[in-house]
């Protein structure tokens, strides 16, 4: 049975790793120049920086995720790389649509 450290750990988990993806999504697409490039880098290295995210941020709550390791993983790494993708390709501009300022003055 799942504690309520546990519920609130995950859901910090998930909200975490959520904000990571769009970070790591919106950086890829602004580093590509190629219309695949970012998505590409942004699930194969968004997953494996979000994996890692996961099990830093399960050490403190670690006792109390009685999880297993499917739905931990589907909860930890894809809602949130979904979640954050998403945010960034629906509601964020495309960086493309963004005018930049020629001068810092």
């Known amino acids: ?6 519920l609130v750990g995950l859901v910090v988990i998930v909200l975490v790793n959520s904000a990571v993806a769009a970070l790591v999504t919106r950086f890829f697409r602004v580093r590509m120049n190629t219309r695949w490039g970012g998505a590409l880098y942004s699930v194969l290295f968004g997953a494996f920086v979000l994996l890692l995210l996961s099990v830093l941020l399960s050490v403190p709550v670690g006792p109390f995720i009685t999880l297993g390791t499917i739905t931990f993983l589907s909860l930890g790494v894809v809602l949130p790389l979904v979640v954050g993708m998403t945010f960034d390709y629906v509601w964020m501009p495309s960086p493309d649509e963004i005018d930049l300022p020629t001068s810092t003055n």
């Open 1 to 6: 049975m799942v504690s309520v450290v546990g």
